[in-house]
Structures are given as structure tokens and as C-alpha cells.
Antibody
């Protein structure tokens, strides 16, 4: 059974940093590209970032480029999202998901990030 | 990276069919056959319903079908059930390993 479990969310002040983790199990983690998607309270889904199976290439939405960094440790079956220079508009539930056939196949339960003073 | 355009809401009676549209551009929906649809019940995790425009993952009922014409993709749900009431999001590959979502459509089963 595929499982994705995010952690690391919480309350952070504007300008602060946070690192999210996504622990994967039930599939060959290194064989799949992975992605982060977020959802602000009461709002729609927004694609944030993706990385290929090796982690050698990374991609970002314009809204987070230069502030967020996606990475992965295939030896630990874990995906990360380092978030710096956080803004109020980054407040959201952050989901990790694997990419298969250019779709977000399985999703984690999400972790809430709140940026507020 | 502008969001795809979906109607804010649609509705239908049990047993009827509804279609949700998703309009993009030639750089996303119109440029690739990589449109997917997601169902999200309140407080729940999004669930993949269709991918590569028309394909369904194992376990998704064939009442859900996807299509595309030009820059507009559609999700049709036939034989509406009360449990289909949810938010639906389209998503398209937009090139260079980036994706774009629609704003979401709230489906109400009357």
C-alpha cells in the first residue's frame, strides 16, 4: 500500500524558514518524480514544485521560485521542501504526491503551514 | 502559470449527468494530452479521477469520463450519486516539468 506522510508544518513568522518532509513507503520511491502541491484555507489547489526520480532536476512555480527548494533522499525514501523567506500568502496545507503519467497519483494527508506574526 | 478556468459551481439531480469544463491555453491544455482531474471531499485529500485526458485509475467508476477539444478539457459524471458531491479540480502539464491547476468546481447533487 502506497503511503505518503508529510511532517514539519507549523506556525512561523513572516520572513522565517521551515522544512517539510514527506516519508514514502509502498512503492519504489527512486523510480518516481515527486511533487509538492499546496492549498490555502478555503482556496483551490496550487502546484508548487517537482523533482525527477534522481533529484537531479528541480522545478518551481513562479510564486515560490528563489525561496523554496525541493530535494529528496532516495536512501531514506523521503522528499523535502525547504521554505525560506516565508510570506503570509504561503499559508496553506502542503501535500506531497508522486507523479505518474504526468498526473499526481497518490497524495499524503498534508501538513499545515501558517505564516503569521 | 495562470490558473485554468473552471466554472465555480455545477449541479445535477441524482441519476443525471453533469459536465465540468476546464479552459486553458495552447501552452497547457491545448499543447499536451496530460490533463488530469481530482475529486476532493470537504476536509479530505484530493483523489485522482482521470489522467492523460481520458484514462481512469483502477477503482474509479466508469461514470467518470474525461475528454478534450482544443484548449478545453471536460469531466463528465454520469448517473450522479450523492457521494459525487465534492470539489473537482482539473490540472494540466504546462511544459518544462511544471503543472497548472484550475480554480476548482463545486458539484452539488440536488
Amino acid at each position: 500500500e502506497v503511503q505518503l506522510l508529510e511532517s514539519g508544518g507549523g506556525l512561523v513568522q513572516p520572513g522565517g524558514s521551515l522544512r517539510l518532509s514527506c516519508a514514502a513507503s509502498g512503492f519504489t520511491f527512486s523510480g518516481y518524480a515527486m511533487s509538492w502541491v499546496r492549498q490555502a484555507p478555503g482556496k483551490g489547489l496550487e502546484w508548487v514544485s517537482a523533482t525527477v526520480g534522481s533529484g537531479g532536476k528541480t522545478y518551481y512555480a513562479d510564486s515560490v521560485k528563489g525561496r523554496f527548494t525541493i530535494s529528496r533522499d532516495n536512501s531514506k525514501n523521503t522528499l523535502y521542501l525547504q521554505m525560506n523567506s516565508l510570506r503570509a500568502e504561503d499559508t496553506a496545507v502542503y501535500y506531497c504526491a508522486n507523479l505518474n503519467y504526468y498526473a499526481l497519483e497518490y497524495w499524503g494527508q498534508g501538513t499545515l503551514v501558517t505564516v503569521s506574526s | 502559470q495562470s490558473a485554468l478556468t473552471q466554472p465555480r459551481s455545477v449541479s445535477g439531480a441524482p441519476g443525471q449527468s453533469v459536465t465540468i469544463s476546464c479552459t486553458g491555453t495552447t501552452s497547457d491544455v491545448g499543447g499536451y494530452n496530460y490533463v488530469s482531474w481530482y475529486q476532493q471531499h470537504p476536509g479530505k485529500v484530493p483523489k485522482l479521477m482521470t489522467y492523460e485526458v481520458t484514462k481512469r485509475p483502477s477503482g474509479v467508476p466508469d461514470r467518470f469520463s474525461g475528454s478534450k477539444s482544443g484548449i478545453t478539457a471536460s469531466l463528465t459524471i454520469s448517473g450522479l450519486l450523492a457521494e459525487d458531491e465534492a470539489d473537482y479540480y482539473c490540472c494540466s502539464y504546462a511544459g518544462t516539468y511544471t503543472w497548472v491547476f484550475g480554480g476548482g468546481t463545486k458539484l452539488t447533487v440536488l
